[in-house]
């Protein structure tokens, strides 16, 4: 532990993450992690056409809790007849969110043709992903670099690394935006070069899911002036913030009535703004109509395993929560406006109400949303919190707290995963 103390945070992160995501992924089950059959599917459709007899592989392997190790031993050895896999150059937008699966899965495909060969070399392609991306992200980040280490450590964001969800590369665009929006405030310029970064960013952020592209929202919020071809800009952009600062409530009101305008029309063909309100309200503050509020949607966020059956001990979430505080409590905060912090907030909010509402096509008195949605979006309160009061703590000791609590987490979630898939301790 004294090491900490000349350790940077992303070698640090580095380290952990290669050990947590690697032993997830050796423990794991394939299969046993949620949709991990359908991300095999959209990442196999992408070089391979959909037929009669193709992709039969996928359906036919097990997810059931109890393994067992014959049966399972048998997605190793028995091959695939790629001869009903016909090639198919299928690429879209879409694609870019399963590039690192794809690359391992068909590598997987020439080595041995078997489903565990291939499946796995798709979850390392898309570990090596994540933590290459996180480490290079923490290098990125002006602040909050010990925040994003530990949400990026979270249970679930390690059982997801170390599988085939599309939920890596989401993350990683999510945190290159904040990352950009950051770096903005801490520069507080605006360069020609960003234009481009703006309109890349957009793309990427489009191409995993589309309320993600929210988070460019933030933008207008950052104090900042522009340089280059946008420096006409300034005078009239500063006008216009001194006049929405001067009558800052009646442009709230008018935001508020302006959500509800887009909701009316969104949800014209889908029962009405009223249904919505109510499945709105039963999914998000009612137990008893929702059994998934507490567990799957409110402690998913920090870690809800396997196929939503393992549960992380609430005392440990509480601990995760407390240490996530102090990190935002004690994190660089001077270039904050209050007006940023209050977006960055807002704009957690309009996340999770965009998630669920995106879901919300079944007429059902809930909305079976997951935590694991919201996970990438908690750093947005750390403006907020990070401005209500402030902790001095030594980047020794951020490190040190983040790091045990860390370790408990991974320790507790591979007894429960040991526990539960293979009968060890049982």
Do not use: C
Request: aromatic letters at 16%.
């Amino acid at each position: 532990m004294n090491r900490i103390k000349q350790i940077k945070v992303e070698n640090l992160f580095f380290i952990l993450a290669t050990i947590f995501i690697f032993s997830f992924m050796f423990v794991f089950p394939i299969n046993r992690v949620p949709d991990e059959t359908n991300h095999a599917r959209m990442t196999w459709e992408t070089f391979h056409k959909p037929t009669e007899t193709s992709f039969k592989w996928m359906d036919e392997i097990p997810s059931n809790d109890k393994v067992k190790l014959a049966e399972y031993k048998q997605i190793f050895a028995q091959k695939i007849d790629m001869s009903k896999e016909p090639f198919q150059f299928g690429v879209s937008l879409k694609t870019i969110s399963f590039i690192p699966q794809l690359i391992g899965m068909t590598i997987g495909s020439w080595i041995s043709p078997t489903v565990g060969m291939i499946i796995y070399m798709g979850r390392i392609f898309n570990a090596l992903a994540y933590i290459l991306g996180i480490y290079f992200l923490i290098r990125y980040f002006k602040y909050g670099k010990t925040a994003l280490m530990f949400i990026s450590l979270l249970p679930i964001m390690v059982q997801q690394a170390s599988s085939l969800s599309y939920d890596v590369m989401n993350y990683l665009e999510v945190m290159l935006a904040l990352g950009f929006i950051t770096n903005l405030a801490y520069s507080k310029r605006f360069t020609n070069r960003n234009i481009i970064q703006v309109i890349g960013l957009a793309i990427l952020l489009l191409a995993t899911k589309p309320n993600n592209v929210l988070l460019l929202g933030l933008i207008p919020f950052v104090p900042f002036e522009f340089e280059g071809v946008l420096a006409f800009l300034n005078r009239p952009v500063q006008a216009i913030k001194t006049f929405i600062s001067k009558y800052k409530v009646v442009f709230y009101l008018l935001f508020v009535v302006g959500l509800v305008v887009v909701l009316q029309f969104l949800m014209k063909n889908q029962g009405g703004l009223r249904h919505y309100g109510e499945v709105l309200r039963n999914t998000l503050f009612n137990p008893e109509l929702n059994d998934n509020l507490n567990g799957i949607l409110s402690l998913g966020m920090f870690g809800y395993l396997g196929n939503l059956t393992l549960q992380m001990p609430l005392w440990l979430i509480f601990i995760d929560i407390i240490v996530l505080t102090i990190l935002f409590l004690s994190s660089k905060k001077d270039f904050f406006t209050k007006d940023f912090a209050n977006a960055s907030w807002i704009l957690f909010l309009l996340e999770v109400l965009a998630a669920v509402t995106v879901m919300y096509m079944q007429w059902t008195p809930v909305v079976r949303a997951q935590g694991r949605y919201f996970t990438p979006f908690i750093i947005l309160l750390l403006p907020l919190v990070a401005n209500t009061a402030k902790i001095d703590l030594s980047r020794q000791k951020k490190l040190k707290i983040a790091t045990l609590t860390l370790i408990a987490n991974f320790l507790v979630a591979m007894y429960l995963i040991l526990f539960h898939y293979w009968g060890v301790f049982a």
